[in-house]
């Protein structure tokens, strides 16, 4: 073997790639070429220095702005089904539903550490169905429901503050499982709604809030938050939630949108078309 | 139950089960990381970077098509492209990473404090190859890929791969043990 064979083959001698004759005939070369010798030396500091020093790890940012970028994801996507659902027969929540719990799903670990107690006995109590004696299950059922609500407004409230904008969202999707939320939990949700510096969390908390719209105290301070919103996504979404809802007074703030010189010719469009469905 | 294959699980996720694919961020962002970490030589960079990529696989899920090829080399495609637009964003030629001002201590400074004396210089090294051999380097040695992964991800033949690694391992041998 003459020193070009030996190393076009030395990459895979180093890596132990080869087979033993093989193998065998380049060691016999490199034992006799000094140069040779000299480049499997140097390569194979090079090859093993590369092989450890590869313990660089990201910060636990990374995985938090993932959690984020996804949850929003998650809610825009239901922000759209919404809009799509526009115009067929006041029926928005059928297709919103599947996929909150999709996003339920995403918070597993959270969830487990919320509702575990709750949700073991649920399941057991669901998978077995035949038991025959019904109306102590529903009055567990009903037990279980009110503590995972207790807990979900207690978790929602102390989350709400939360440095993380993901634990922040969390937060704020919490208010959509709730059937009935209390006056605190609306509120707290108008707060992240109006004033949170990050726009995941206000789109997710005005996801959370479309829910309930049809309560005219909710109905009233959707229209007041339109009048100080300035994210295109937040004007666009709630302009359409109001038109939707076919929400007269929201015809001052959106004719007011359409005259600032800011807004943005997207979300003029938008809210022409709100206007006109006024 | 069996875990499900990267394949299946992206599958889920192009139909819409957008949460399954924090299994795949749990698989891979680590050396995605390291990916573009060794690339970069910066780790804020880097994580945005990452962060970037699987924005894109949630925005071009629907150009996933399990039948051309493993998840494992969409993914690492679609990484190449958004470290090329990261290069061109920086305004840096996609042939030096570096400022070309920027000194070999001045890269060491950005180091310090957590590599050790050779990690140090090896990724000082590195740092000056051009970028397609710092690349074959840093897909074959530190991300582990066979060559016939890397060929899938480049669409070039093994051939012409097993090439390139020797090449820019040689590269890397003259500038590391030449100043020392």
């Known amino acids: 073997m003459n020193c070009k064979e030996v190393q076009a083959a030395m990459i895979e001698y180093l890596d132990g790639a080869l087979h033993p004759p093989a193998a065998a005939q380049i060691k016999a070369h490199i034992d006799a070429c000094s140069e040779c010798r000299r480049e499997a030396e140097e390569l194979q500091v090079l090859l093993t220095a590369m092989k450890n020093n590869n313990q660089e790890m990201p910060s636990p940012a990374l995985r938090e702005n993932f959690n984020t970028m996804l949850q929003s994801e998650l809610n825009m996507e239901a922000m759209a089904n919404i809009l799509q659902d526009r115009g067929i027969a006041e029926k928005p929540r059928a297709r919103v539903v599947p996929l909150s719990k999709a996003a339920i799903a995403g918070r597993v670990a959270a969830a487990i550490i919320l509702v575990a107690g709750g949700v073991a006995i649920g399941m057991a109590i669901r998978s077995a169905p035949d038991t025959g004696n019904t109306a102590e299950i529903a009055k567990l059922r009903t037990e279980v429901n009110k503590m995972e609500k207790e807990m979900k407004e207690k978790d929602m409230l102390s ?7 993901s634990q922040r969202i969390k937060a704020v999707s919490y208010a959509e499982q709730m059937a009935n939320p ?97 | 139950m069996p875990e499900l294959s990267d394949e299946k699980i992206m599958l889920l996720v192009k139909e819409g089960h957008l949460s399954e694919l924090t299994v795949l961020f749990d698989r891979y962002h680590v050396a995605l990381y390291r990916f573009f970490f060794h690339l970069t030589v910066d780790r804020a960079a880097s994580e945005d ?53 920027e000194t070999e201590d001045q890269i060491a400074d950005r180091l310090t404090g957590y590599t050790e004396e050779q990690y140090l210089r090896l990724e000082e090294v590195l740092a000056r190859l051009p970028v397609e051999q710092r690349e074959i380097l840093v897909l074959s040695r530190y991300q582990g890929l066979k060559y016939e992964e890397i060929s899938r991800i480049k669409d070039i033949s093994v051939a012409a791969i097993k090439v390139q690694v020797y090449r820019a391992l040689k590269q890397l041998r003259t500038l590391y043990f030449k100043q020392q």
């Not at chain 1, 076919?246 to 005259?259: G, H, L, M, Q």
């Open chain 2, 49 to 101: 970077l990452t962060q970037n990529l699987f924005y894109r696989v949630i925005r071009y899920r629907q150009s996933y098509e399990p039948s051309q090829g493993s998840f494992r080399s969409w993914i690492y495609r679609m990484a190449r492209n958004v470290h090329f637009d990261f290069c061109k964003q920086e305004q840096k030629t996609p042939g030096r990473l570096t400022d070309p001002a």
């Open chain 1, 159 to 165: 989350l709400i503050d939360d440095e993380s904008a």
């Open chain 1, 182 to 278: 209390d006056q605190q939990v609306i509120d707290a949700l108008f707060n992240s709604l109006n004033h949170d510096k990050n726009v995941n969390v206000r789109l997710a908390a005005l996801y959370s809030l479309s829910r309930f719209a049809d309560r005219r105290p909710v109905r009233d301070s959707l229209v007041s938050s339109l009048g100080i919103q300035t994210e295109p996504i937040i004007q666009v979404v709630l302009i359409n939630l109001l038109a939707e809802k076919r929400e007269t007074k929201a015809i001052a703030p959106i004719k007011e949108i359409i005259i600032n010189k800011k807004t943005l010719k997207e979300v003029k469009d938008a809210a022409q078309k709100g206007l006109k469905e006024l």
